[in-house]
């Protein structure tokens, strides 16, 4: 999925995001339970999806692939907060993320504006 997120038209990068959510939202390894080789594949996922999370979120073209990117970003946040596996998420991510959402925080519609600015103080507050 975090391959189509780059070539693909706006169409198809909305479905990827869209899958995304739902792949996320049924995530096991987003559950409580906590050993390391869980910690190492969900890192790994989470890297992967960071990295490629960043080409939608900074989408000049289409508000739409923006505003399913940053509900990716958002599920995210909330999941691996509430299992407490935050530390799966690298430094490197959270930095591509902030950037992202710092991108965000000026565009024309305020909802996502508001969101991203939200998602960014979350991303900021997490150890």
């Given amino acids: 999925m975090c391959e189509r997120l780059k070539l693909s038209t706006w169409r198809v990068q909305v479905g990827v995001l869209q899958s995304m959510k739902t792949y996320f939202q049924r995530l096991l390894l987003l559950e409580k339970e ?3 080789q869980n910690f190492t594949a969900l890192s790994l996922i989470l890297t992967e999806t960071c990295s490629a999370l960043t080409h939608p979120l900074e989408n000049k073209s289409y508000s739409s ?6 509900s990716v970003v958002e599920l995210l946040v909330k999941r691996t907060g ?3 596996q935050w530390e799966c998420v690298s430094g490197k991510s959270r930095e591509q993320l902030q950037r992202s959402l710092s991108t965000l925080q000026t565009d024309s519609r305020p909802d996502l504006r508001d969101k ?3 998602l960014r103080r ?3 507050s997490q150890p």
Wanted: proline letters at 0%.
């Fill in 82 to 84: 509430e299992s407490g």
């Fill in 116 to 118: 991203a600015q939200e």
């Fill in 65 to 70: 692939v923006r505003t399913e990117a940053l």
């Fill in 34 to 36: 906590k050993d390391n």
């Fill in 122 to 124: 979350n991303i900021q």
